[in-house]
């Protein structure tokens, strides 16, 4: 049998595929370190249990792979029918029986990864709509992916932290956090400053701003409200 291979050509996007496949791969490891009974204790977000986050995690995928086939057969297949359904949804797999959900991952996350292996190198460029609204390139499902298995790799509490998130994808989140503040006017007056690069993000225009600073994988981690240093004010969790 001929080994298939994805029919993506671009260079930068073989490799956000890749880093895609290790974050599920990463997230895998931790789920699969997890006891069946453990599956029912607490996690990094407020009122989710780890069965909520692979729950979560499985129909994102499926989610996110109904985004792809839209672009590949130009038939609109939405994320999710609407934000309570997703809600729904998520809460009924945090009910299945462990052998379920954890199957509800693996076949998910599988069936993603085909659905971008066999996208035509032509129709990444296609736009589809997120369940926020925004009209994106297919391409983008790539990093909507990406996000959450690293994200909640940690999320499910096990000993994953976010210094073993790779640093270009620690960069893109803190990015993606402190612009979703700005789209909300919720950045004003706060700057984050990065204690390897000196990059600062936030409100960088103001005149005497409150300063968070910190390693990369520090400053993101409370960017993304899951700090646990009691000293620091939290933003809420985000995705």
Known sequence: MV???????????QEELLQARRGTAFFARKLNELSDAELDGGTRLPHWTRRHVVAHVGYNARAIARLVEWAATGIETPM?????ARNREINFGATLSPIALRN????????L?????????????????????????A??????????????AVD?????????????????????????????????GLLITVDETGQAFGDTSATNPTIVTGTLPAVVEWAAGRSRDATKPVPPPWI
């Open 104 to 111: 509800l991952f693996d076949h998910s996350a599988v069936h």
């Open 113 to 137: 990864s085909v659905e971008w292996r066999d996208l035509p190198d032509t129709h990444w460029t296609h736009e589809v709509r997120t369940a926020q609204g925004r009209t994106v390139p």
């Open 139 to 152: 391409s983008e499902t790539v990093w909507m992916r990406t996000r959450e298995v690293w994200m909640h």
């Open 156 to 188: 499910l509490d096990n000993g994953a932290a976010f210094d073993d998130i790779p640093t270009p994808v620690l960069e893109r989140l803190l990015k993606d956090i402190t612009g979703a503040w700005k789209t909300r006017g919720t950045d004003t």
């Open 80 to 84: 999710y029918p609407s934000p309570e």
């Open 3 to 13: 080994a298939r291979h994805d029919l993506a050509t671009d260079p930068r996007l």
